[in-house]
């Protein structure tokens, strides 16, 4: 069973300074993505990642994969305030008939 | 517009009730899937389809039926509603890339729903 877990669970941020959210899955996974949730939203797509050693940016956003080391990262840069979000990564993988796995979320609020 | 749609948004039953959600895609995507989120759980499948006609069970099935008669519908019903349903459904749809597109789920607007 594919399981995927993140953290840090909360964050609170500071405007201007830069943090990263780890997501750790627990076995073979070839895809990996990150979903952002705004409260009392749906989930909307930011990143898909590939391949070993993908990197992705969107802005502020920066999302990496190391398949080796079945870690993810996404990093934020300059946190802003339109950043608070809730962000969840999600494993799959086609063997498992392109199932995903989340992850908890990760609770994001930026502060001035 | 085009994209996924669910119906209800929001819903309150009772006890013992029978209830379908419904979910709609217009972009004829072969897979769909139904999560329900509940605080402390995140999201968790409770059931997907491949294509029409062909659905299976996700990490949370029991109390719930789904079928797939159209492509685009994929419809959630609750047989007997009992408050530990109380949660917010989402529906999903992607397409592989090995058929053309991109492996990514996009998810519908949710249905509240409420078990008194």
């Known amino acids: 069973e594919l399981k995927v877990e993140q953290n840090p669970l909360f964050l609170s941020m500071q405007e201007g300074k830069n943090y990263t959210i780890y997501c750790n899955y627990s076995?073979?996974?070839?895809?990996l993505y990150w979903y952002r949730q705004d409260p009392g939203k749906s989930l909307e797509s930011l990143f898909v990642l590939l391949s070993n050693g993908a990197v992705k940016q969107e802005g502020r956003l920066m999302a990496s994969l190391d398949t080796k080391a079945r870690l993810s990262t996404l990093h934020i840069t300059a946190a802003v305030h339109d950043l608070s979000a809730t962000y969840f990564c999600?494993?799959?993988?086609?063997?498992?008939?392109?199932?995903?796995?989340f992850g908890a979320g990760t609770t994001v609020t930026v502060r001035a | 517009d085009a994209g996924i749609t669910q119906s209800p948004r929001y819903k309150i039953t009772e006890t013992g009730r029978q209830v379908t959600l419904m979910c709609h895609q217009t972009w004829s995507h072969s897979y769909m899937f139904w999560y329900r989120q509940d605080l402390g759980h995140g999201l968790r499948l409770i059931y997907y389809s491949a294509a029409a006609d062909i659905t299976d069970k996700g990490e949370v099935p029991d109390g719930y039926v789904v079928s797939r008669s159209k492509t685009e519908n994929f419809p959630l019903t609750l047989e007997s509603a009992t408050r530990s349903q109380t949660s917010v459904y989402f529906c999903a749809s992607s397409e592989p890339a090995l058929a053309g597109g991109t492996d990514t789920q996009y998810f519908g607007p949710g249905t509240r729903l409420t078990v008194l």
């Open positions: 076995t073979t996974s070839d895809r």
């Open positions: 999600a494993a799959g993988h086609p063997s498992n008939d392109y199932k995903l796995s």
